[in-house]
């Protein structure tokens, strides 16, 4: 499952730290990309929210994504 989910982030985003947390804790495995380093990354972002930088975006294995979504989201998405 390792780098199957890709959380996109700041640094300074809490909705991102609790998300990562609380799949830290779940063993559920992610890729983070930071999009105030990776100018590609951020405009991903922006396309899957309509023009707005808003994280955490995470990106699924079928190529959908979840702006801010819970971890049972997160869960029933990966199937775990």
Do not use: H
Not at 33 to 48: H, M, Y
């Amino acid at each position: 499952m390792l780098g199957t989910v890709t959380m996109y982030s700041t640094t300074w985003c809490g909705y991102c730290q609790r998300l990562k947390k609380q799949m830290d804790r779940e063993g559920i495995a992610y890729t983070e990309i930071n999009i105030e380093q990776d100018p590609a990354s951020a405009a991903f972002v922006e396309k899957a929210n309509g023009g707005n930088q808003t994280v955490p975006t995470v990106l699924f294995p079928d190529g959908s994504t979840l702006t801010n979504p819970s971890l049972a989201q997160v869960k029933q998405k990966i199937g775990v």
